[in-house]
Structures are given as C-alpha cells and as structure tokens.
C-alpha cells in the first residue's frame, strides 16, 4: 500500500536520507528504529510530504504522492499523523479538535461528526473528557484525543513520531495500549519509536535506519535476538 | 482664575454629537485597516515573493512618513492630480484605514509566526486547506497573541484621529475649536471634549480587556 523508491533528502548541503527502498502492505506495522538524527523524523514526514523529498518516488495506494500534479492535501486525508508533542489545537474542546476536519475537510455534517467522535472518544477512555479544552488534559489524554483526532478522518494509513516520548513514564502505557489495540483492528502503521517493547511485541516488522540509511530490516525476533549488521549490534548493546 | 463652565452649556449638544461623527470614521479606518493589515500580513509570511516585497514597501513607508502628510496629500493632493474632489470623511478613512493596515500588517504578522508551526503541521497532515487552516486554526491563535498590541493600535487611532480636524471635518477635536472661536475663551471646550476623548479610550480599554478574557478561557 505504500512503496518507497529511491527516496532522498537533503537539507541544504546535509544529506538526511539517502537511497531509502520501502514496501509496506496493507495492515502491516512497521517499526522505525534508529538512533538519534539517523533521518527517522524526516522519512516520515516525507511519507505525507511534511518534507518534499529531494529525490524518489512515494506511492500511497498506487498513486504517485510525489507526482508534480497530485494533489497532497487530498492525499493527506488518508494518512493520519500523530505527532510527539500532541499539536492539538488549544482554541477547539476536545469534541471539536476530533470533528474539526471531518466537517471541514470532509464535509460530514456536524451530527454525524460529533456521533463518530464520541465513538472514538470511548474507544481511546476518554468519553467523560468531550468539553474540555486540551491544557486540562495529562500528556498521555492529549495523545489519545490526537490519536482520535487523526482516526476521525479514517485514514488508510498512520504515522506516528515517537508517540511516547513526551510522556512521563506512567503515562506511556495507556497511549501505547490505544496503538497496540488499532494495530490489531488492522491498521496499516508506520511507527518511529524508542519503546523497543512495543516494537517487538506488535511490529511485524523492524526497520534501523543510521545517518539516513536503511540499514537492515526484519521482522522484530531476528532483529533484537540476531541483528545482522554491525551498526544494529552497537545501537541495540547501548539502548537494551 | 477666569474659568466659567456655564458658558459652554448650549454647546455641549453640538460637541457630544462629534463624538458620533469621530466614533463613525475611527470604526471604518479600523475596519479598514484590520483587513488590509490582514491581508499584508498573510503576504509578508506567504511564498510568493512580490507579493511579500509590496507588503514591506507598503509598511516602510507609511510607517516612514507622518501621518498627518498621509493625510494632507489625500485631502488636497489627490484633487491636483485627478480633479476629483474627495470629501473629508472619505479623506480620512483612507489615511488612517491605510496607515493603521501598515502597523495592523506587522502586528498580525508577529503574532502569527508565534503560532507554534506544529499547528500548521498538525492541520496539514488532516488535509486542511491554507484557506481554513489559516482562518479557523492559526489566525484565531494569532489574534489571541495579538490583541493587547491591537487594541493598543485602536487606541492609538482614536486619539490621532484629531488631526482630521485640520481639513476641516467635524469632529470633535474640530467642534471644541469652533465653541473656543465662538466664544473667545478655549480652555472649558478643550477640556470638555478632551473628557470625552478619555472615556473613548476607557470604553475601548474595557472592551480590550474583556475579550482577552474570553479569549482565554482556553487557557
Ligand atoms: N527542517 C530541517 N532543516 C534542516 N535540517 C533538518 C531539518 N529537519 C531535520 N534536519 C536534520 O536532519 C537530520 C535528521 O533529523 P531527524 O529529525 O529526521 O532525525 P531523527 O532520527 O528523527 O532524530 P530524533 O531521534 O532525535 O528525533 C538531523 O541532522 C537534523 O538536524
Ligand atoms: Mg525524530
């Protein structure tokens, strides 16, 4: 459902990504590892052109996103992004920041909108949370009604920047709960993370990026119990 | 001291009128700079490059220049050269609705590069368009930032709108002149409508504290 080919970026002169060759089916998690400034961030708001790569193509079902002539806006209905500092917006209760672009965006009427929310709302535990405004919300509410926020649109494919780690330490459970749970329902999930747990126990697979390349990539048990590569040993020996 | 209130009574109708005469070209100009500001903000911080180079010679040079020349070359320059004869009112809403837009412009576009960009991003990544992203997520951040800077701005129109008096419009300043004239003793009417001009600017100040209010409860 997404391919990546021959993907580069550069900011100015500095060579961020570098060759990046990707193929994610529909409802597969994948799991970006790396360390820090290896480009993960940066290939991931390539994915809905937050960042316009230098080179390569993006396909999102068959479709050229990186096309001269696509159009991105509507491209980015289907492609959800949950962000690491939560980006709700300040000015809209929790209820509005969910049904905000479904009515505008997706012209649903402000009923059928605000049922949906709801829903979605109970699905992430924050039913009784609606009217509040997000700064009387704990970082991981705010991630929840962010994740709510991005599933309203019902997106084909989601994309998540360290979820958790903005998170004090007991929060991170009840927000990576809510990731685990829609990478059951079949989501399709592209997930930049440090929580090597979660990468191991739902990803199907593992992707170590280093100084914006790919590395090596596998499906998580080999990664973690017998990475191939000498960069991956080292990454893993420091952070396990 | 030679002070006598009791003079200016029969005209104190005549000058409480120039409230609403001041009151109605002041809310113009402010409309009219709030949204021409508006605009030259969203070009100063757009991509398209001319576009932002008028909006920055537009601010340099009303903001390099005096207002009451502004005013002057509208008035009696304009007629010179296009034998068009303009009225006061329209004269002074372009001068004030056009030098307000030149401060508006570098207010709101302050205010709007404070938003945090994961706003901006945010909004992109749910397939907001710039028309509404703009209008329904970032400006109404931005005006939040802003207000106390634009409500300053307002005030500061309202008390230099006086200087429309020198081309003749009646309006208050204009009015408390013409009772002095008239009654060859300045110093009552003067302070009469410099009361008046006060209590605009408190009712104003008010104003501008309560909608910060309401702004922020949100916060
Ligand atoms: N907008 C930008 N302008 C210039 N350089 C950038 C920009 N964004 C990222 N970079 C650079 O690109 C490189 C990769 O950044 P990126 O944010 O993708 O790394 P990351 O793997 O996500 O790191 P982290 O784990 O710290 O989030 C870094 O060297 C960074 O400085
Ligand atoms: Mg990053």
């Known amino acids: ?240 | 001291m030679n002070l006598d209130f009791s003079q200016i009574v029969p005209y104190i109708p005549f000058m409480i009128e120039g409230i609403w005469v001041t009151l109605q070209f002041v809310i113009v100009s402010i409309l009219v700079g709030f949204i021409l500001g508006t605009v030259f903000a969203l070009f100063k911080i757009g991509k398209i490059k001319p576009l932002k180079w008028v909006a920055d010679a537009y601010t340099s040079i009303f903001r390099g220049t005096p207002l009451i020349l502004q005013l002057m070359i509208i008035y009696f320059g304009l007629p010179q050269l296009f034998g068009y004869d303009i009225s006061p009112f329209l004269s002074a809403v372009l001068a004030f609705g056009l030098n307000s837009a030149a401060y508006v412009s570098e207010i709101i576009r302050a205010g709007i590069e404070a938003v945090d960009i994961g706003q901006t991003e945010a909004s992109m990544a749910l397939g907001v368009s710039y028309r509404k992203r703009m209008i329904d997520i970032i400006l109404p951040q931005a005006l939040k930032n802003i207000l106390p800077a634009l409500m300053n701005e307002f005030i500061t129109l309202t008390k230099e709108s006086a200087i429309v008096s020198t081309i003749g419009y009646l309006d208050l300043m204009r009015r408390a002149q013409v009772v002095g004239a008239d009654l060859f003793r300045n110093f009552e009417a003067y302070l009469f409508v410099g009361l008046l001009y006060y209590l605009m600017v408190m009712t104003l100040t008010i104003i501008g504290k309560r909608l910060e209010r309401r702004l922020k409860r949100s916060d």
């Open chain 1, 1 to 240: 459902m997404i391919k990546i080919e021959y993907l580069a970026k550069s900011f100015d002169k500095n060579e961020v990504l570098q060759n990046i060759n990707l193929d994610i089916k529909k409802g597969e998690v994948v799991s970006i590892i790396g360390p820090s400034g290896s480009g993960k961030s940066t290939l991931l708001r390539c994915v809905n052109l937050l960042e316009q790569p230098t080179e390569g193509k993006i396909f999102v079902n068959g479709d050229e996103l990186t096309a001269p002539k696509a159009n991105i806006t509507k491209a980015r209905e289907k492609i959800g992004m949950v962000f690491q500092h939560f980006h709700l917006f300040p000015h809209f209760t929790v209820l509005e920041n969910i049904t905000y672009a479904p009515i505008k965006v997706k012209q649903l009427s402000k009923q059928e909108a605000q049922a949906k929310g709801r829903e979605l709302l109970e699905r992430v535990g924050l039913a009784d949370k609606e009217n509040d405004y997000p700064n009387r919300l704990s970082g991981g509410q705010k991630q929840r009604v962010a994740i709510a926020r991005a599933l309203a649109m019902e997106p084909e494919l989601m994309l998540f920047d360290e979820p958790t780690s903005a998170l004090d330490p007991e929060m991170v459970k009840e927000v990576l709960d809510v990731m685990k749970d829609l990478a059951h329902s079949g989501m399709t999930m592209l997930v930049v993370t440090h929580e090597m747990g979660f990468a191991k126990e739902v990803a199907d697979r593992v992707i170590f990026l280093d100084e914006g390349k790919l590395i090596e990539t596998g499906d998580p048990k080999t990664f973690f119990e017998r990475p191939e590569t000498a960069r991956a040993q080292d990454f893993l020996a420091k952070i396990l």
